[in-house]
């Protein structure tokens, strides 16, 4: 979960563990995570970032149409770029 909401290559798993965690530390406090609007944004992250590796979208959008549903895609107008 963290290195896809930060951005981080599955290849730095293969790395030292000193090195893994100073990355991480970088780019995140992790005390942030006792505050639960800055966890909440932090879940948010990693769903977007999950969503565009995965492409989900595409996937949904049959189950979409067999129901009759008008799918909703794209980023709404009151987008905010996460900073935790």
């Known amino acids: 979960m963290t290195q896809t909401?930060?951005?981080?290559p599955a290849a730095a798993s293969s790395q030292d563990l000193d090195l893994q965690?100073?990355?991480?530390?970088a780019k995140l406090n992790l005390s942030d995570f006792q505050d639960p609007a800055k966890l909440q944004k932090f879940i948010?992250?990693?769903t977007i970032m999950y969503d565009m590796t995965n492409d989900t979208a595409s996937?949904?959008?049959?189950?979409?149409?067999?129901v009759g549903d008008t799918p909703q895609f794209g980023v709404s107008a009151d987008f905010k770029a996460f900073k935790i």
């Open 5 to 8: 909401a930060l951005g981080i």
């Open 59 to 66: 996937q949904d959008l049959p189950n979409a149409l067999l």
């Open 21 to 25: 965690a100073r990355t991480i530390t």
């Open 44 to 46: 948010q992250r990693f």
